[in-house]
Every structure is written in C-alpha cells, then in structure tokens.
C-alpha cells in the first residue's frame, strides 16, 4: 500500500493570493465556552479580566491559563484583551510622565522625530525600555515587574524571551496606519518575502509577541488599534496585506476595541493590523507598544561581524576587481557581514526605500560595486556600527 502525505507549497506567491480564501478564515465566529478563562467576547475578540487572570493562576492553573491563551491566538481570533491588566494606576502614571519627558527632552535636543510610520504632530519614543531603566528605574522595576506581561509572555515564547518597547502618542486628527503584519517578515517587501521558503512564512509568528498597554483612556475615537480577527490563520497573509482587494476587506470588516487605562491588548503578530485614525476633540492617546522576541533568534556563538568584514574586504575588494565571479564573492561576505538590519537603534538608523535600513551586506556590496577604498569602508562599518548602539537622553 502506498500512503502519500498532502503537502502545502514550498514557496508562497504573490500571485496565488486569494481574498475568498481570507474571507472563508474571517468568517469564523469565536466561542466563549471553549475557552473557559475568558469573560466575554466582544467584536469577535476575547476578553480576559486580569483578577479572574490572577486568581486562576493563584490557584495553580499558570499552565492551564498559558496554553487557553496560546489556543486563543492560533486557533482563536489570533488577539486577546487583558482588561487591567496594569492594575497599578499610579505606577502607569509615573511610567506616563517619565515617556513625556523622554519626549520633551528629544524634542529639545533634536533628537527622536525618526518616525518610521507615520508623520505630523504625533510623536514615537524608541528603545523606551532602556530610557526609562535609565531614567528612573524604580519605576522601571514596577512597571515591567507585571505579572500578566510575564504570563502572556513565556505563554507564547517560552522563557528567556526578551522585550522591547516603544511609545506611540497619537494626537487629534492623527491618521490612520494602513493594515498590516509585523515583524519580521511583515517589514520585508513582497519580493524579498518571496524569497523565504513557506515553512519560514509559518515560523515567523511564534517569533515575537505583539502587544500594546493603554496610558491613557482610548475611546473607538481616538482610534485605538483595529484588527482582523483570523487573519493570523491566512497562510500566505505576508504577501497578502499590501494588495488593494485585501486592504479594502480589511477596511471594510475589521474590528476596534475600546481600552481603558492600564488595559492590554496582545496579538499574533501575523493579524492582519493597523492604528486607527485619532478623530477625537482632545484625546492624546499613550500607548506602549511592546514586542516580545523569542530567545532563539541568536547565533550559538559571539561573532565581530564588523572586525571580520573589515578582515576581508580587501580580498572581496580584490577578487571583484580581478573578474571573479560576483556570487562567489557575495557568498563570501553573507557569512562575514550581517545580512538583516536588525537589531538596530530607531533613532538613528533610518529606513531606506521601505521598512528597514541597510544591512551590513547592503552596505559592503554598494562598497565593492562603486569600489571604495579600505579605509572609506572601514569608516562605513564604524558608522554602521555606531548607528547600531543606543545612546543616552537624560
């Protein structure tokens, strides 16, 4: 007897998107009896009360708590709701005042302002993680002590994972995102997407973690994030999201959910997405957008791509300039250089001709195609580098 296994694609294609197969997969409505913990549903998303959280795991349900989330954003509507989750409000309050600050003290200096996703009046503080350790770190210490970010955390990526912040003010009359999926290969564009098998397509959701923290009351309004709830479960949605029939659906179906402050939303970084247009009088609505990484995303060992690269440029420079062969150099360096631009420091390493800035490949390929010199390299890798680092505010 011969048994024959049915496989997926081994590449998805732009061209093979198709918006009824989206549709069939948003048309699944959730159901609060099969996730026990949740207290309600609301716009087809599930709600979780942080106490009724907390209880459960006080009564040593962690794991059973943990994997209902992990079923609620694979299998589920891909976002859940944390109502006060931040419970502390004097804490986000500190927290709050410490990010103006932040802002105000860039705005005076110059600095910030690199806004990779949006322009006008609205303002994004990066790397507000380590600002704030620095800038006071006993709040820090309070803020980012929360149980539930822990819980939602270690649920999704396990342990050793690694979290970055940064926040969002955005002021009335502040325009809407266009819809879309996230890091990493939401940050890529179709073509350079294509390149990745399909099994990478799958795996980069269970990378990272998205979720965001209300500072401020946000009414539908003041256009807190909208979502499409099952949009996570369209395989080939990372190629999908920039096309106009799958933006309009968007439009036309997505989901916004209210928040009070101290509220946390979490979601499948593979949900379809976008901030919603500020249409509100005189909300300048905070949130602290989080984004939780995987600890396996590293190499097993420590390498100096930049002392490494600088080592063999002359020889790449050398053997391009002698008529070897340019993909046999270029095998070369991607083993040397560092092929992806992140991670990076967003206050000072602009995006170019997308969403992300150049890699280190990026930068020694332009070098041996207009031919620098060793030391103009070399002085391009210490500026790349230095790009790379974070840098102090306060």
């Known amino acids: 007897m011969t048994?024959?296994?049915?496989?997926?694609?081994?590449?998805?294609?732009?061209?093979?998107?198709?918006l009824e197969d989206l549709v069939e997969l948003t048309r699944q409505r959730t159901d609060l009896a099969a996730y026990p913990c949740a207290t309600r549903i609301e716009q087809n998303v599930l709600v979780y009360e942080a106490a009724a959280l907390r209880q459960a795991v006080a009564a040593g349900a962690r794991e059973e708590v943990q994997d209902e989330l992990v079923r609620a954003l694979t299998e589920g509507p891909g976002v859940v709701a944390l109502s006060g989750a931040f419970d502390d409000a004097p804490?986000?309050?500190?927290?709050t005042a410490a990010y103006d600050e932040l802002i105000a003290t860039e705005k005076a200096t110059g600095a910030g302002g690199n806004d990779h996703f949006g322009t006008g009046a609205?303002?994004?503080?990066?790397?507000?993680?380590e600002k704030l350790a620095v800038l006071d770190p006993g709040t820090f210490v309070d803020y980012f002590g929360n149980d539930l970010l822990a819980l939602v955390s270690e649920a999704w990526l396990g342990p050793s994972f690694q979290v970055t912040s940064h926040i969002n003010v955005v002021r009335p009359g502040g325009l809407a995102q266009d819809p879309h999926r996230d890091y990493?290969?939401?940050f890529l564009s179709?073509?350079?997407a294509e390149t990745y098998p399909a099994h990478v397509h799958l795996l980069s959701p269970v990378l990272t973690l998205q979720g965001a923290v209300a500072h401020t009351d946000m009414p539908v309004e003041s256009g807190p994030t909208m979502y499409l709830p099952y949009s996570h479960q369209y395989a080939p949605g990372y190629l999908a999201w920039r096309l106009p029939e799958f933006r309009d659906h968007f439009g036309a179906h997505h989901v916004q959910l209210p928040l009070r402050k101290g509220d946390a939303v979490?979601?499948?970084?593979?949900?379809?997405?976008a901030a919603g247009n500020n249409v509100s009088a005189d909300v300048q609505r905070m949130?602290?957008?989080l984004q939780v990484s995987s600890a396996f995303g590293r190499t097993m060992e420590a390498v100096d791509r930049v002392r490494t690269t600088k080592a063999i440029y002359p020889v790449l420079r050398a053997r391009r300039r002698a008529g070897a062969d340019r993909r046999a150099v270029s095998r070369a360096l991607a083993c040397a250089a560092d092929g992806y631009p992140f991670p990076t420091n967003l206050d000072l390493d602009a995006n170019v001709g997308g969403l992300t800035p150049v890699s280190q490949?990026?930068?020694?390929e332009q070098a041996l195609d207009e031919d620098w010199s060793v030391d103009s390299t070399h002085a391009a890798l210490d500026a790349y580098a230095a790009r790379h680092q974070t840098r102090d505010v306060v």
């Open 190 to 192: 179709n073509a350079v």
């Open 266 to 273: 979490f979601f499948n970084p593979a949900l379809f997405h």
């Open 122 to 129: 609205n303002d994004r503080l990066w790397n507000a993680l």
């Open 361 to 364: 490949v990026d930068l020694v």
């Open 3 to 18: 048994v024959t296994t049915r496989r997926g694609p081994a590449r998805f294609r732009e061209r093979d998107c198709r």
């Open 287 to 289: 949130a602290n957008l």
């Open 91 to 95: 804490v986000v309050d500190r927290a």
């Open 184 to 186: 990493h290969l939401g």
